[in-house]
């Protein structure tokens, strides 16, 4: 059974940084995509950053460009997420997941992620 587990989440005020950690129990790069999404108490959950695992081709919502940025270590088996300049709407739950179909590309679409960590909050306070 595949398994991530994500952790560095916390409290920060605006204008901090965090950097979360989403790390694999197989290797990341038989998966099409790893990805970060977020979801808010009463929203959708949010495709935020993407990161091809073979290659390295990101991709980031237009939410969170120039602000954050997705990484991974394979030799790790890890995905990162630093996070800066966080404000108030950037609070959330935030959850890594692994798209194991091959696509040749990487897609926001939750559904169509086949493994998810437990999630680990963000709370970004004014």
């Known amino acids: 059974q595949v398994q991530l587990v994500e952790s560095g989440g916390g409290s920060v005020q605006t204008g901090g940084s965090l950097r979360l950690s989403c790390a694999a129990s197989e290797a990341i790069s038989m998966y099409n995509c790893m990805a970060w999404f977020r979801q808010a108490p009463g929203k959708e959950r949010e495709g935020v950053a993407l990161i091809r695992p073979s290659g390295g081709t990101t991709y980031l919502a237009d939410s969170v460009r120039g602000r954050f940025t997705i990484s991974r270590d394979s030799a790790k088996r890890t995905v990162y997420l630093q996070m800066n300049s966080l404000k108030p709407e950037d609070t959330a739950m935030y959850y890594c997941?692994?798209?194991?179909?091959?696509?040749?590309?990487?897609?926001?679409?939750?559904?169509?992620?086949?493994?998810w960590g437990q999630g680990t909050q963000v709370t970004v306070s004014s």
């Open positions: 997941a692994a798209d194991e179909t091959y696509r040749g590309y990487c897609h926001s679409d939750p559904g169509g992620y086949t493994y």
